[in-house]
């Protein structure tokens, strides 16, 4: 095994184990937190495939803003230091199912058509991803460019109607 794959695994350990933390952690504050470790694990997983710019993006647009958000919006709930409460037996089943499932799927995919090489690698000149960005032909990508500003748009609003939730009454 070399080195590139043993990065590779420490990588993709530390992002499924933080994912997992963000999922089952029953302190929502907590869940952000390895929410945050998360994303910063895939932005890793993109500088070890040399793409820096869409790391940069990575840590720029869902580190330092969805995260951040989510985030703003737990400090200003009422309720952000208590725990969540524990899941139906049936939902943790479904979860554990759907989990099950998609590795059984991924395996299927990989075993059916491998791992194919590619021969030539792809540009990663920020000039030619900045011309793709703001194209709107074929190979453009305005429109999702668009849907990120979108995202970006939602996650604030949501922000803004938790934070103006009412407080509860307390009896």
Same mark, same amino acid.
């Not at 690698?121 to 920020?126: A, N, P, Y």
């Given at each position: 095994m070399t080195a590139y794959q043993i990065i590779f695994y420490i990588l993709a350990a530390f992002i499924l184990t933080t994912a997992l933390l963000a999922v089952t952690s029953r302190k929502i504050f907590r869940s952000a937190i390895w929410l945050l470790f998360s994303l910063i694990g895939v932005a890793g997983l993109y500088f070890w495939m040399e793409v820096?710019?869409?790391?940069?993006?990575?840590? @720029? @647009? $869902?580190? #330092? #803003?969805?995260?951040?958000?989510?985030? =703003?919006s737990i400090?200003? *709930?009422?309720? %952000? /230091?208590? !725990?969540?409460?524990k899941p139906p037996l049936l939902r943790v089943i479904a979860s554990a199912l759907a989990v099950l499932f998609g590795f059984a799927f991924t395996a299927l995919l990989i $075993?059916? +058509? /491998? =791992?194919?090489? @590619?021969? +030539? /690698?792809? %540009? *990663? !000149? @920020? %000039?030619?991803? #900045?011309?793709?960005?703001?194209? *709107?032909?074929? +190979? #453009? =990508?305005a429109l999702p460019f668009e849907v990120v500003s979108i995202l970006l748009l939602a996650a604030m609003v949501g922000c803004i109607v938790i934070a103006l939730k009412t407080k509860p009454k307390e009896q």
């Open positions: 820096e710019f869409i790391a940069a993006v990575q840590i @720029v @647009v $869902y580190v #330092g #803003g969805i995260v951040v958000l989510i985030i =703003f400090f200003l *709930t009422q309720q %952000s /230091g208590k !725990e969540m409460a $075993y059916q +058509n /491998g =791992f194919i090489p @590619v021969s +030539n /690698g792809f %540009s *990663t !000149e @920020v %000039s030619r991803i #900045g011309e793709a960005l703001i194209s *709107t032909e074929e +190979n #453009g =990508f």
